[in-house]
């Protein structure tokens, strides 16, 4: 897995199952370190469920128009097979909301 990240795939398989080894409806901090080409790359992120986000829209009274949660491109599947396993397991989350009125 992983360091800092609680849920990942246990191997590059496109079938692997998706592991969550802590809770999911917990926030916490989510760095990712990958090693490519003799660079080591940090990323730092915060995991944080969905309802975290429905809270800040109501916080902030917005009403929310659209959700999506993104999948790899069919090109990058074609390219590494191994990379269909994140078509079960959404990539991004994307957001629109609107202030009424």
Known sequence: MRQGWEADFPDRDSQAPFVIAGSYLDEHPSPWVYDRGGVRLTFHSQHRPLESYAHALEAAALLTEAIREV??????????????????????????AVKPG
Do not use: C, Q
């Open 71 to 96: 999948r790899p491109p069919g090109y990058v599947v074609a390219r590494d097979p191994a990379a269909g396993r994140w078509n079960r397991i959404p990539l991004f989350l994307h957001l629109r």
